[in-house]
């Protein structure tokens, strides 16, 4: 979690996005006889050599089919992992299972437990081609989203072709000003983007890092001059209707800065308890418990992150690590999600901080909690007696107020933008 650790932990790992070591192009031939039956020249016309980026699980090639001629992305899997997979899955087993015998306070089995359930399916590459059709089906039905998915060409277990779509890091800040690419506006679509997936009706991508994002200049699109790539589909997530519903009230609530309310929700989708809950506040948020209860809807100041930093120090880690292994996975893996594009967000140097992206989140909050009281209101029978008329003309009305409200500030906000003023601090 980027807000947590110290940077010079989290810049460590950075280049395990897309700079891993490479396996050599005599063993990706050799698995591809192995998998398809034909070498590498019998499917495309040409094949560079040299990988343009290598993840820990696999590299991606550029190649040139050989029936169309239309130049696609070969992800392939490091075939070593075959061999080293249960081996790495057993000693990871072994290793939290030896820490935490000498040190009970630090029980990171739950990491080993998500692993062993998250990796075979990153490891199947049939299935990244499943998730990235329908990701790609979805967004498709979304007016003006500017969110591309490649198209799937073919896949196997350990095979991966795709179209090629050419893009830059989100933090290439150099390439978006020079297209005249709005870092706000880029930073709003992705938390549209990843909202739709936390309460819309279609799974969640759980890996969205810098190395699976790309932007890329599109002057043809009516609302916006650029794509949002998304690359990697090896991790998804169905969650619940009912933790997706709880999860909204959750997140309004802290908006609201209604401790109460954050309390109950926070039990209702992890469990947590009162004790716990302010660390689990603070791990939802990014923020200082103090800020939550307050105002969230503000930027980060210098002496909040330093606050954060000395609690670090201070015992914090400890009571994260055991509050991350009480909590249900799926939790794990959205917030996870929220951090990742916590900071992509933050890498974009946004001039309007996180106010906009915090009234995106409002909005998709609101819808989710407007469809469960019309949904609940259509069971008690016909929407048109007098009674259940009258409780949906009373829920519309609530969520036309937030609606309303929203959009004359995003209005307002975008008006400041355009008078050169400064920056919303909070809502």
């Known amino acids: 979690m980027s807000y947590l650790l110290p940077p010079e932990w989290t810049r460590t790992f950075i280049p395990l996005q897309d700079k891993c070591p490479v396996s050599s192009y005599g063993a990706i031939e050799e698995m591809f006889v192995t998998d398809t039956g034909q070498p590498i020249a019998s499917h495309f016309e040409s094949f560079d050599r040299e990988p343009i980026g290598a993840a820990s699980l696999a590299q991606v090639h550029l190649a040139t089919l050989k029936d169309t001629g239309l130049k696609v992305a070969v992800k392939v899997q490091h075939p070593a992992l075959k061999e080293w997979v249960p081996l790495d899955l057993a000693l990871t087993r072994f290793t939290f299972a030896t820490l935490k015998s000498f040190f009970p306070g630090y029980d990171l089995e739950w990491l080993s437990n998500e692993m062993e359930q998250s990796l075979p399916q990153e490891l199947d590459f049939a299935l990244e081609g499943s998730n990235a059709r329908m990701t790609k089906r979805h967004f498709g039905k979304i007016r003006d989203s500017p969110l591309v998915v490649p198209d799937v060409i073919w896949g196997r277990k350990r095979l991966l072709v795709m179209e090629y779509i050419a893009g830059h890091r989100t933090d290439d800040l150099a390439y978006l000003d020079s297209h005249g690419i709005d870092r706000d506006e880029v930073s709003a679509a992705l938390a549209r983007i990843f909202n739709e997936m936390i309460f819309g009706d279609t799974p969640l991508h759980c890996d969205p890092h810098g190395g699976n994002i790309a932007i890329r200049y599109n002057g043809l699109r009516r ?202 601090d909070s809502i």
Not at 295 to 317: D, F, P, Q, T, Y
Request: aromatic share 10%.
């Open 223 to 424: 609302s916006h001059n650029f794509d949002i790539i998304l690359y990697d589909h090896g991790l998804y997530r169905d969650i619940p209707l009912q933790l997706r519903r709880d999860y909204a009230k959750l997140w309004l609530a802290v908006i609201d800065a209604d401790e109460r309310s954050m309390r109950k929700y926070a039990h209702r989708v992890a469990g947590i308890t009162d004790e716990q809950f302010p660390l689990f506040a603070s791990a939802i948020t990014g923020r200082d418990y103090g800020t939550v209860t307050t105002s969230v809807v503000s930027s980060r100041s210098e002496k909040e992150k330093k606050i954060i930093s000395g609690a670090m120090g201070e015992g914090m880690l400890q009571q994260l690590v055991q509050l991350l292994g009480q909590v249900p996975r799926i939790i794990l893996l959205i917030l996870k999600t929220n951090d990742l594009t916590r900071s992509l967000d933050e890498s974009l140097q946004t001039r309007a901080g996180p106010v906009r992206n915090f009234m995106i989140l409002a909005r998709y909050c609101s819808r989710t909690v407007f469809q469960e009281q019309t949904e609940m209101i259509r069971s008690k029978g016909s929407a048109l007696w007098p009674r259940n008329l009258f409780r949906l003309i009373a829920a519309w009305s609530s969520y036309m107020r937030v609606e309303a409200k929203l959009l004359v500030y995003e209005w307002y906000i975008l008006l400041r933008r355009i008078a050169h003023l400064p920056p919303v």
